[in-house]
């Protein structure tokens, strides 16, 4: 470190420094005062100790340097008949109150570097986990879309091809959706998995809802969606809203409605995805956000679900600083995604220009 970076760390201390070294010439000059700058020494350094928890060894250094400082003073003065013997008790009381200050500074740093040292230590595990997530997914994605190109030729080979070639190729359209859903968990657990952009919200939730009343007949509805910009990453973002709308359609029927809508409160815009389909049962609901968590297992995996649609809803969720909460009593489902960065004016970012034709996710 440079001269001036270390006068610059140290700032603090070299200001003390010159308080307590005028706080020692006062005591030199004013013996009948003495007592006020001596405690003004001690409790300044008791508090800029708490600021800082140097080391042992420079510790006890400055503590025998001031101890010795401001016991001098007072001795001789004591000598001289300036000041009473009794006041040179207060140098041993107060370096006993300082080394008890030291103490439990001491201690408390430890607790806070033990918690430094397990927050990194799971992070790495946790970057780790994600890695590996995302290399296994993407190894299997290979050999899952070979297998099935061969299967369909034995399909296309045969006129009568056995029934077991399409369960094959049903398993495989499984695993192949497992996979591309856990790549994208993956990514999105990144910290550079989101590219924000300037949404024009409107425009933006009625593309999305075109498009889903096109893929399933439902009594769909757009309702009310406030106007104005918000800042997000578009591609998650549909990938979210995606994953809401899937699985209203999944669990619900031709006769039933499904609606998306929005309300900004604030800077924060809350978009609904609702649905009057048969509901959530109350102990599921704490644990559907869960990878592989799913209501009801056996007929969710008839409709081909594996419990990764919410989770990765979340995981968007929390790279925009939002979240995702659903209500769910007796009969119907909403799903609220929460997100900041939410104007009711024109956003100064790029402008999303509503075209998905960038990189794919998956
Ligand atoms: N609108 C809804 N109505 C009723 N149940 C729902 C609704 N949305 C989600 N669920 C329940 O929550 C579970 C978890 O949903 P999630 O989207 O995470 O998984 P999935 O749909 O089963 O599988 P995936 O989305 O990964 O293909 C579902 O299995 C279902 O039981
Ligand atoms: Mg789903």
């Excluded at 869960?290 to 297992?297: I, K, L």
Aim: glycine fraction near 6%.
């Amino acid at each position: 470190m440079s001269v001036t970076g270390w006068l610059r760390a140290r700032k603090i201390e070299l200001a003390w420094v010159g308080f307590a070294l005028a706080n020692w010439a006062a005591m030199l000059l004013t013996p009948d005062w003495e007592t006020i700058p001596f405690h003004f020494i001690w409790v300044s350094l008791t508090i800029l100790y708490g600021y800082r928890v140097w080391r042992l060894k420079a510790t006890y250094l400055v503590l025998a340097a001031v101890a010795l400082g401001t016991g001098v003073v007072i001795l001789n003065d004591a000598f001289q008949g300036s000041q009473l013997w009794g006041e040179l008790f207060e140098v041993p009381l107060m370096s006993g109150m300082f080394l008890a200050m030291v103490w439990h500074a001491q201690r408390r740093q430890i607790a806070l570097n033990e918690t430094a040292r397990v927050a990194a230590e799971r992070a790495s595990l946790l970057d780790h986990q994600e890695r590996l997530l995302h290399d296994v997914s993407h190894e299997l994605r290979t050999p899952v879309t070979i297998a099935r190109g061969h299967l369909e030729m034995l399909q296309l080979a045969s006129d009568d091809p056995p029934p077991e070639i399409a369960v094959a190729v049903d398993e495989l359209d499984r695993i192949a959706h497992i996979v591309d859903r856990l790549l994208l968990l993956a990514k999105a657990e990144r910290p550079d998995f989101v590219a924000f952009y300037d949404i024009d919200l409107q425009p933006f939730l009625e593309d999305v809802f075109m498009r889903w009343s096109e893929v399933a007949p439902r009594n769909w509805r757009l309702g009310e969606v406030p106007a104005g910009t918000l800042v997000a990453d578009p591609q998650a973002l549909r990938t979210a809203l995606d994953a809401l709308l899937e699985n209203a359609v999944d669990h619900t029927v031709a006769a039933n409605t499904i609606e998306l809508s929005a309300e900004a409160a604030g800077s924060e815009v809350a978009i609904r995805v609702s649905d009057d389909g048969p509901g959530i049962p109350a102990d599921a609901l704490d644990r559907i956000f869960e990878r592989f968590a799913r209501a009801d297992s056996s007929r969710s995996r008839e409709r081909g679900g594996v419990g990764l649609g919410l989770a990765i809803v979340e995981a968007i969720a929390r790279a925009h600083h939002g979240r995702c909460s659903v209500a769910s009593a007796g009969q119907g489902t909403t799903f609220t995604l929460t997100l900041p960065g939410f104007e009711d004016a024109p956003g100064e970012l790029p402008k999303f220009d509503g075209k998905f034709s960038g990189p794919a996710r998956v």
